[in-house]
């Protein structure tokens, strides 16, 4: 599987922005399609948004459309979130994973994922 390490978590203030990215090692990237997920602290991890292996086609929770946009660069194997207009319900640990599959999908669960990171800390403060 490929390995994964996310970076670029931090403290915002609400209504700010920040980047995370996401590394990826070990095997060749173009073919994992990626996902982001989340989790805040006493709630289960809840998918944010996916990025097919070719970076045409995204989706996301409605709860961050229009504010978080999912991108990716296979010659440099990294994705990214970009999250704009940040509200403090955005806290959480973000993770990045990673599945062999050209297929597209609008959601996708923790089940759908072989390869995970160990997550990035995002707190945004009010």
């Known amino acids: 599987q490929v390995q994964l390490v996310e970076s670029g978590g931090g403290l915002v203030q609400a209504g700010g922005s920040l980047r995370l990215s996401c590394a990826a090692s070990?095997?060749?990237?173009?073919?994992?399609?990626m996902g982001w997920f989340r989790q805040a602290p006493g709630k289960e991890r809840e998918f944010v948004g996916y990025?097919?292996?070719?970076?045409?086609?995204?989706s996301y929770t409605d709860s961050v459309k229009g504010r978080f946009t999912i991108s990716r660069d296979n010659a440099k194997n990294t994705m990214y979130l970009q999250m704009n207009s940040l509200k403090p319900e955005d806290t959480a640990v973000y993770y990045c994973?990673?599945?062999?599959?050209?297929?597209?999908?609008?959601?996708?669960?923790?089940?759908?994922?072989?390869?995970w990171g160990q997550g990035t800390q995002v707190t945004v403060s009010s």
């Open positions: 994973a990673g599945r062999r599959s050209s297929s597209f999908s609008y959601y996708l669960t923790e089940a759908d994922f072989a390869s």
């Open positions: 070990g095997r060749t990237f173009s073919p994992y399609g």
């Open positions: 990025i097919d292996w070719s970076g045409a086609r995204t």
